[in-house]
């Protein structure tokens, strides 16, 4: 990955891209380059840690097993809880949607 | 702060806004909104942790004691070592500059 978190982004493949730019002992921020990608529909995340995440380009939606949807665009940020259980639902067709992410304990 | 970063930012006022979004016991994040802000000319920061930061909207140069300076716009991302001395230099004037910063051991 270059120096930049938006500009000169990765193609589209059938996997997100995923560039881990932290990888300390209590903390790893992610940046996910997604185009149009959802998690597995038979799966659920359940992280030990908490994470926090932003979008920084594009949109996406995160579901949580409880029913409740948030949808991000450029600078909304969320938290989840370690252990609740979610899923990217949807991100934005035809463009890529970044994401920046923050696993804490 | 509302949900999302980079919208309804905060009116100039003489100093910068800090908000933080993390406070955990082995990270800090914290969104920092600049209107041609610049550190203390006499002071260099010296922090103990390690800072990631990265500019989601405006422009601002960081400068190193060593006379290193970086540049950041939206996107760009830097890694400060802890007690790499440094200060920031330039925040461009006119529009806000929204940082957000990652403290980590």
């Not at 997100?16 to 529909?41: M, Q, Y």
């Not at 994470?51 to 380009?57: C, F, G, H, N, Y």
Request: charged share 25%.
């Amino acid at each position: 990955m270059n120096a930049n978190l938006v500009k000169d982004l990765p193609e589209a493949r059938p996997e997100e891209w995923l560039d881990t730019l932290i990888d300390a002992e209590n903390v790893t921020v992610e940046r996910i380059v997604s185009h149009g990608h959802t998690s597995p529909a038979t799966g659920w995340y359940d992280q030990p840690r908490h994470e926090w995440v932003t979008v920084l380009t594009g949109r996406g939606t995160v579901a949580f097993e409880d029913g409740e949807e948030v949808t991000l665009g450029p600078g909304d940020h969320l938290t989840i809880p370690a252990h609740r259980r979610h899923r990217v639902a949807w991100t934005a067709p035809g463009e890529p949607t970044v994401w920046l992410a923050v696993h804490y304990d």
